[in-house]
């Protein structure tokens, strides 16, 4: 009896060894700085990944014994280990072949403007796109019409579009080709400036009048540019460390989709719909289709109800509560009436899908809030999770509504960079662009670029707060917000945003150890290794 259970003992020893091998890790990374982002245990070691999950992480000697024949293990030697970055606000929008202007600065002048179309005229053939992106020198300059661009380019369409996405000038020859006709009606939510005492359209327009032309635009560019372009864009993301993309485009929302599913990118991608309107209404067909833009087994999915609502400082577009610091007679307009607004809310509610709202004034948040509150205080807010796109203007005294709203704020740290924009439009006593004020009270906050993709750029300005100083946040609130706080504002936190056991193996390794180098060396930091679902989609051969 005896030897048969010593015999039994063995046995089971025997298989249980045979099964830790069989289940060993495929990739272990060791010796390294893990900021994991979860507040339980924040720092690790070393990291053990099977399939595309996380089994466990810890310190070094507790995770390399756990390694089989097959188990890749990497020393990191030290560097800095975060969650895979996840950028929670990023447009793609690619142009048709054409000529494009070439600035040294954002924010060219007229004249440097007008020399730079006069030497593509010389340079393209007739009838060749001229596109360019301007700043407000540009964009608010009333006497650049149409008719001044077409005197410099008669046989070229030409297109100027604000770098910051609101405010459009183009030629006569570009009209027909965007289908925009003389007299055009202006479409809900945006509108064309008009030659005085006329409906004739001088060549400027705003807001939603810009979608459909950008869409129209887009339609011109090929499947396969469009993958190579979102090949490229995916290519640059890892290389920072970035493993997750939250995009908003201008094609329609099941053209991107299932152009994403076909270029099979290294990246998650969530694919946010953008919606058009006509002159009538605000077209809803693109939020319909969401129930059945379903890809299992895929890096994609495809949510969201967006809208724009306002506009940015820089052309006063965002709407304020009180009159702008350098215009005393103007508070901006929101794009929708605040019926409407209350409209979109309900109408999230009934799709069941998240709302995003783009908001960079106060009276635009107040405006959301409103609608919200409207709609019926029994509704779970919290589990919604509506999103205020930017939240600039969510200040001191919107904070406590945010928070009881359970709203998320997504913010884009290199808008804090806009120090002259913001004092001149606001005032330099202004209040806008909390950020240490909106996590100390318990709001959710996300980070996006809306801009530059380096996310380690974002970092340093949410870390030193240019626009408002005492609004600077830790490094390590930061990469929680571009990691945890990015992947909460996607319904994604159960998987991904913390380094730890079950979770997905999404993570990069760093050239520089982020939370200890002088800020000017921040935005230098690249990935050295990314990792996306437990599988090494970008190596830059530094570590052995």
């Not at 077409?150 to 965007?178: E, T």
């Not at 409209?343 to 609608?371: I, P, R």
């Not at 589990?383 to 913010?411: C, F, M, W």
Request: aromatic residues 8%; contains cysteine; proline residues 5%.
């Amino acid at each position: 009896m005896k030897n048969l259970i010593l015999l039994l003992i063995i046995g089971i020893s025997v298989n249980l060894s045979v099964s830790a091998k069989q289940n060993a890790p495929e990739l272990i990374l060791y010796n390294g700085k893990i900021f994991t982002s979860d507040p339980v245990k924040s720092n690790a070691e070393a990291i053990a990944m099977r399939g595309e999950r996380i089994l466990i992480i810890g310190l070094n000697q507790e995770i390399k014994k756990l390694a089989g024949a097959k188990t890749r293990l990497i020393d990191l030697q030290g560097r800095t280990v975060i969650s895979g970055i996840n950028d929670a606000h990023y447009h793609f929008s690619p142009d048709p072949k054409g000529f494009s202007l070439q600035f040294k600065t954002l924010e060219p002048s007229w004249e440097e403007t007008a020399a730079a179309i006069e030497a593509a005229v010389k340079q393209s053939r007739t009838g060749i796109w001229i596109l360019g992106y301007v700043g407000s020198n540009v964009v608010l300059n009333e006497q650049i019409t149409r008719y001044t661009l077409d005197k410099i380019a008669p046989n070229h369409p030409v297109l100027l579009r604000a770098f910051y996405g609101h405010g459009y000038i183009l030629n006569s020859k570009a009209m027909p080709l965007l289908q925009i006709g003389e007299e055009e009606a202006d479409p809900m939510g945006g509108y064309f400036e008009r030659i005085a005492n006329s409906k004739k359209i001088n060549g400027r327009f705003w807001e939603y009048a810009e979608w459909k032309p950008n869409r129209i635009l887009v339609n011109q560019v090929s499947d396969a540019e469009a993958i190579a372009e979102l090949k490229k864009i995916a290519g640059e993301a890892v290389g920072f460390g970035i493993t997750s993309m939250q995009i908003m485009s201008s094609m329609p929302i099941d053209r991107f989709a299932k152009l994403l599913i076909k270029a099979d990118l290294p990246i998650r991608v969530r694919a946010i719909p953008f919606a058009m309107t006509t002159p009538a209404k605000r077209d809803l067909s693109e939020f319909e289709m969401l129930s059945k833009l379903k890809f299992p087994n895929s890096k994609v999915k495809v949510s969201g109800v967006k809208w724009v609502l306002d506009g940015t400082p820089y052309e006063r577009g965002a709407v304020l509560r009180q009159p702008y610091s350098d215009k005393s007679d103007w508070k901006g307009k929101l794009n929708f009436p605040d019926g409407e607004v209350l409209k979109m809310v309900k109408e999230s509610l009934a799709l069941k899908q998240q709302f995003l709202a783009h908001c960079a004034g106060d009276k635009c948040a107040e405006t959301v809030f409103d609608a919200m509150e409207k709609t019926g205080a029994k509704i779970d807010w919290k589990s919604l999770r509506y999103r205020i796109e930017h939240g600039d203007g969510v200040t001191e005294d919107l904070i406590p509504r945010a928070k009881n709203l359970g709203v998320i704020i997504v913010q884009n740290p290199t808008h804090f960079t806009l120090t002259d924009v913001l004092n001149s439009r606001y005032g330099s006593s202004h209040k806008f662009m909390s950020l240490r004020t909106l996590i100390e009270s318990g709001v959710n906050v996300a980070f996006g670029s809306d801009g530059p993709m380096n996310p380690f750029l974002n970092i340093m300005f949410a870390a030193i707060h240019p626009a408002r100083p005492s609004e600077a946040i830790t490094r390590e609130q930061a990469v929680k917000a571009y990691t945890f706080g990015s992947a909460y504002a996607e319904f994604a936190e159960k998987e991904k945003g913390i380094l730890m056991s079950g979770k997905l193996a999404d993570l990069t390794v760093l050239s520089h150890d982020i939370f200890n180098v002088p800020a000017p060396e921040l935005p230098k930091t690249q990935s050295v290794l990314t990792v996306v679902g437990g599988k090494i989609v970008y190596d830059a051969q530094v570590l052995k």
